[in-house]
């Protein structure tokens, strides 16, 4: 066998020079790799004369041979017959692209652009595609319909405080919160729906879980029996994510130094008012009918991880704590959400699908039905019982990466301070 003729085009993200020896670090951009690319004076001296003269970040295109014996420890190794500069940086890296100086998450969310020449972004992004297509994958094999709803609404569902308000031709709009009302509206004539979307939520606060524009993996479907199969269809997509991820995307597990596992099953379904007496073990006071706050949220994680769940549903919810949208089931609702270690990723419930208790439930929230009138009406024309869940793909993507911040998994986040880039 021969040596191998490469076309290579890349990044250049670092530079040795030993000798009569230019040593480039390259990657591609289109994958994890790494390639080591060797350029001999006393091979090509022209050639030699361009790599020693290069600039770390220059986007280049290499023609060369892979040599049947690789010496390189680091990266399939490249000899170069002929570089050609593309592109050069006309101002130093914001950061070191090869990763040896680790970079601030600032710095990175400022310059994601050339972050993604890190090993670690790009594993990153791409286990966050993944988780995507994994979740398109089981959602279409489970008869659901991708859909698209309107991101310019008229009307929020999840809480008026949490609204972007704009001006549109002179009347009030507002950003989609979430495709809640009309993923619910669609079961009046599609009985499984899915969509991957953006939230837009005006929340105020700085965390490390929460964004102004996050993305969901929003579902709903019809003709439901009980609430157990909704949350059998978020288990068994949570459990096919994380399986996915583990079988195709163990490159990038490796980079990001992550041992994934399988959360256990059948995940365990926790009682609100156990949750609560959980947290009064703890030393939390919380009334009930109260929802739970982050704070809560990680304690229990913490106590159910040593019992040796990681993920779990909180079911039979005060309905006080829930949205109109909810079945009430007397003071309890047919809501529940999903937490993983501490971290809520989804929630949902069987909906309110009986037109006079769904406006009923509007009045109780101090809401106006006749604001809600779109919506209402679709309930007229033989809704049938449904429910489903939005699950948060950003907190996904950060427990299955272990990241700390929502903002590692996001390419450009939005929050209090950041418009730009
Ligand atoms: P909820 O408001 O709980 O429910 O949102 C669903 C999931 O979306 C994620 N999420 C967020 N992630 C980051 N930043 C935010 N600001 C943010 N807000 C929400 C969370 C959360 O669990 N319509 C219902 C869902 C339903 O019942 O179908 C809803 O939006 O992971």
């Not at 096919?240 to 995307?249: N, T």
């Not at 706050?293 to 991880?305: P, R």
Request: proline residues 5%.
């Amino acid at each position: 066998m021969s040596a191998q003729s490469v076309k290579l085009s890349g990044w250049v993200n670092s530079i040795r020079a030993v000798g009569g020896i230019v040593f480039l670090e390259v990657i591609d951009g289109g994958s994890l790799d790494i390639y080591t690319v060797v350029v001999k004076k006393s091979r090509n001296p022209e050639v030699w004369q361009r790599a020693s003269k290069i600039k770390t970040g220059s986007a280049i295109t290499i023609r060369g041979t892979i040599p049947e014996v690789q010496v390189s420890k680091r990266g399939l190794e490249v000899h170069a017959t002929n570089l050609e500069v593309l592109a050069e940086p006309i101002d130093l890296l914001p950061l070191d692209p090869a990763g040896t100086t680790p970079a601030l998450l600032d710095t990175i969310i400022e310059h994601r652009y050339v972050a993604l020449r890190m090993a670690k972004q790009r594993a990153i992004f791409r286990i966050r595609a993944i988780v995507a297509s994994a979740a398109r994958e089981y959602l279409e094999s489970n008869g659901f319909l991708e859909v698209h709803t309107p991101k310019i609404c008229g009307a929020g569902a999840e809480g008026g405080a949490t609204l972007f308000q704009l001006d549109y031709f002179g009347r009030r709009a507002f950003l989609s919160q979430s495709p809640q009302l009309y993923k619910q509206m669609l079961m009046c004539g599609i009985s499984r729906v899915y969509e991957l979307t953006p939230y837009f939520r005006a929340e105020p606060h700085s965390t490390i879980r929460h964004l102004n524009e996050s993305w969901g993996i929003d579902v709903e479907m019809g003709f439901i029996d009980s609430v157990e199969e909704i949350m059998g269809i978020l288990e068994g997509l949570i459990a096919h994510v994380f399986a996915r991820v583990k079988e195709v995307a163990s490159r990038e597990l490796d980079a990001l130094g992550v041992k994934l596992s399988e959360p256990r099953r059948p995940f365990k379904h926790l009682d609100y008012s156990e949750a609560l007496e959980i947290l009064k073990s703890l030393g939390f006071e919380i009334d009930w009918g109260q929802d739970l706050g982050s704070t809560e949220e990680k304690a229990i994680g913490e106590f159910m991880l040593k019992e040796g769940y990681d993920a779990y549903f909180i079911v039979n919810y005060p309905w006080d704590a829930k949205p109109f949208y909810i079945m009430r089931k007397g003071k309890l609702s047919a809501a529940f959400d999903l937490d993983y270690k501490g971290l809520e990723l989804a929630s949902g419930g069987q909906r309110e699908h009986r037109y006079n208790e769904l406006v009923e439930n509007i009045r109780i929230k101090g809401l106006n039905p006749d604001d809600f009138s779109f919506y209402l009406k679709a309930f007229k024309y033989g809704m049938p019982p449904h429910g489903g869940f939005g699950l948060g793909l950003d907190r996904l993507v950060m427990v299955i990466t272990q990241s700390q911040n929502i903002r590692e998994v996001v390419l450009f986040p939005r929050d209090r301070q950041r418009l730009l880039p």
